[in-house]
């Protein structure tokens, strides 16, 4: 009886979606009662409740996301929004272009170059090196650069999440290590390396460091898609 | 809330039609974002229309990575093979591109003399 209902739900996309909002429900009320620290980060913690109950379940991520994509979608719409944060720091945007810009340069290049320097030196190669390239770069965007230069896109979009979780645990220790207080500067850096995931994080701590860590994300799509191409042949 | 909501989903639209219609390597979210802000300036009574339901949607920002993130499974024969040199390269070279890029932005605000800002 039970297992009737579970497989009859199990085919549906509700039970996806649910389990989808719930795990970072859960993982939200967790962080919160943990006194907000960077490693119980909810994304992560609600990644890890899912995928370990698709594991157990024997549940394929194909059969997920059919109810997931619901949640999935919503990230359009709310790029688009990043426009509200965006118009209310134009003046600050203006008086910080020229630190913005030089950083997003040093920014999109260091995370290129040492990825696959250290990838080549780690001997990892082909597909798998050049699927590295563009993983601080928002996952549509990455996507695209990687099938242009030679990479497994579905593998990119795998690189660029880890990715983004990576820099949403440390950007915080890490900035605080090497005294970065300027929020403007911590959240560009966060939105530059681990572009949405770390736009995210950065909303969390600071509305400042949200908003220029959107603009770091949407500024380094542009330019690593301009850039992949050249670094990539300098390595190989 | 739903007006709101149908004008985000135009920008979007707007963004997609402009993104493949003229071949710049942008998402069209990315490209509905610029225009919305761009909106804003020429018609400020269109950013207090949209600002508490943008706002809304923004405060939910995590959840909406949880289905791609969970994506990482379909990869697991390849995360056990190479998994430890990949996670290797993606938190060093991530540490590296947030330092330089931060500390770069900050020298240069001390540099242009620019105010910093540290509020709470």
């Known amino acids: 009886m039970i297992t009737d209902i579970w497989s009859y739900l199990t085919e549906g996309s509700l039970v996806w979606l649910a389990m989808t909002v719930g795990a970072y429900v859960g993982a939200e009320r967790l962080w919160q009662l943990s006194g907000r620290k960077a490693w119980g980060n909810p994304i992560m913690v609600a990644i890890l409740t899912v995928s370990g109950t698709l594991l157990i379940t024997g549940t394929s991520y194909q059969t997920y996301f059919e109810g997931a994509q619901f949640v999935h979608f919503l990230l359009g719409p709310a790029t688009v929004c990043l426009a509200v944060p965006l118009y209310t720091n134009l003046g600050n945007l203006r008086k910080t272009a020229l630190p913005l810009l030089v950083a997003l340069v040093v920014g999109a290049l260091v995370a290129m170059l040492s990825a696959l320097l250290l990838a080549k030196w780690l001997g990892l190669e082909g597909e798998l090196l050049i699927s590295l390239a563009p993983k601080s770069v928002t996952a549509p965007v990455a996507i695209g650069i990687s099938e242009r230069i030679g990479g497994l896109p579905t593998l990119t979009a795998a690189m660029v999440l880890i990715t983004g979780v990576i820099g949403a645990l440390i950007v915080t220790p890490l900035l605080n290590a090497i005294g970065v207080r300027d929020w403007r500067a911590r959240g560009f850096s966060a939105g530059v390396a681990a572009h949405g995931i770390g736009t995210a994080r950065a909303f969390q701590v600071h509305r400042t460091a949200g908003a220029f860590a959107g603009i770091g994300m949407a500024l380094n799509a542009l330019l690593t898609s301009v850039l992949a191409p050249y670094v990539l042949a300098l390595i190989q | ?120």
């Open chain 2, 1 to 120: 809330m739903i007006r709101p909501f149908f004008l985000i989903l135009c920008f979007q639209l707007a963004g997609e039609v402009i993104a493949r219609g003229s071949g710049l390597p942008l998402p069209g979210p990315v490209l509905g974002m610029a225009l919305l802000a761009a909106s804003f300036l020429a018609w400020p009574a269109l950013f207090a229309r949209l600002r508490d339901t943008a706002n809304g949607l923004l405060a939910h920002l995590p959840l909406l990575f949880v289905p791609a993130g969970v994506g990482y499974i379909q990869y697991l024969d390849l995360l056990r093979t190479d998994g430890w040199r990949i996670m290797l390269v993606l938190v060093a070279s991530t540490a590296l591109a947030i330092a330089a890029c931060a500390l770069t932005f900050q020298w240069l605000l001390r540099l242009t003399r620019t105010e910093e800002d540290t509020s709470a």
